[in-house]
């Protein structure tokens, strides 16, 4: 294609073949009337159906359509991860392959890109699930709003709108993913949240089930990480470290009591091992965060701080 792609779409699919032909032709309804070129990346993660067979006929038919295709099932965070590698457009649209997400809101998510937003997440204000899905989902909003300090309505909506550099600097593994916002915040990026119409799911069946709610849970620890104690990793383990010496200090100055004014023995009580192991591993969690921030030293983090100050010196 001789004039550059200004946007990306990426679309990761697993057993979409139903939902895919209608896929494309509302992708294409949406996009050709913006006046911008673009380009459709399905990241096929491990189908066992004819998606990518699919994929492939429509890239022949179509140069703007363009498909990768996993070894295995390897999850939406890689399947994001592989397609990201891959883009051409300055501006990048995710969304799901089952068109829950409905493309007709492409062109408004792009609009707040420029109004100088630099990610814009859609908001499921009317969703379109059943309530064993709802449920477990306001609860994860809230705790990650109140956790990473971004308050969002819809932190996990698969229809977003950035740009590219933004998903090529937030880490994508494990279930980390559904805190792309999060993350781009504490990177300092603008992020805006829009509400947008979310639609029942019509072919296949979801692929969420309770267990990725509790990997989510644990990437949650890992976000946190991120965000809060990217940049001073001892703070973390110190103060754990901390926590954890102060515990096994009061056990010990209690067993000490004990053992100066009675008669008790305290050499095989079960205590005195915890308050000894509490010790250790206080000295252990402080070495670490000591090593980490040397470590952080060493590789000279300043790639973070050139996102903050962009805005203020420009191409100079």
Not at 71 to 94: D, S
Not at 139 to 154: A, C, H, K, M, Y
Not at 215 to 235: E, F, K, W
Not at 252 to 275: E, N
Request: aromatic content about 6%.
């Amino acid at each position: 294609m001789s004039a550059p792609i200004e946007v990306s779409l990426l679309a990761p699919a697993k057993d979409e073949a139903d939902s895919l032909p209608e896929l494309f032709a509302q992708v294409r309804a949406a996009m050709d009337g913006q006046h911008r070129t673009w380009e459709l990346i399905v990241v096929d993660d491990g189908s066992t159906d004819g998606t990518w067979r699919l994929v492939e006929e429509q890239a022949r038919h179509d140069p703007r359509v363009r498909g990768i295709r996993l070894r295995r099932n390897f999850g939406k965070a890689a399947a994001l991860a592989a397609g990201v590698a891959e883009v051409r457009g300055a501006l990048l649209v995710t969304m799901d392959a089952d068109l829950q997400d409905d493309p007709a809101e492409i062109p408004r998510l792009l609009d707040e890109l420029d109004r100088g937003a630099d990610l814009v997440s859609g908001h499921k204000a009317q969703r379109k699930d059943p309530l064993g899905k709802r449920l477990p989902s306001k609860v994860f909003n809230r705790f990650t709003g109140l956790i990473t300090g971004l308050r969002l309505s819809d932190h996990n909506c698969g229809l977003k709108a950035a740009r590219t550099e933004v998903y090529r600097r937030v880490p994508l593994y494990g279930e980390l993913h559904r805190y792309i916002p999060a993350l781009a915040h504490q990177l300092g990026y603008r992020v805006r949240e829009l509400a947008v119409h979310h639609r029942p799911r019509v072919h296949g069946r979801s692929h969420y089930g309770l267990e990725r709610y509790v990997r989510g849970a644990l990437d949650l620890l890992t976000v946190v990480a991120l965000t809060r104690y990217g940049r001073r990793p001892a703070h973390l383990f110190g103060g754990l470290g901390l926590l954890s010496g102060t515990l096994g200090t009061l056990i010990l100055l209690y067993l000490t009591g004990v053992w100066v004014f009675t008669a008790q023995s305290i050499g095989t009580r079960p205590l005195l091992t915890l308050g000894i192991l509490l010790e250790v591993l206080a000295a252990q969690l402080i070495s670490v965060g000591l090593l980490a921030e040397l470590v952080l030293h060493r590789t000279g983090r300043t790639d973070d701080v050139a996102v903050l100050i962009t805005e203020q010196t420009g191409d100079g």
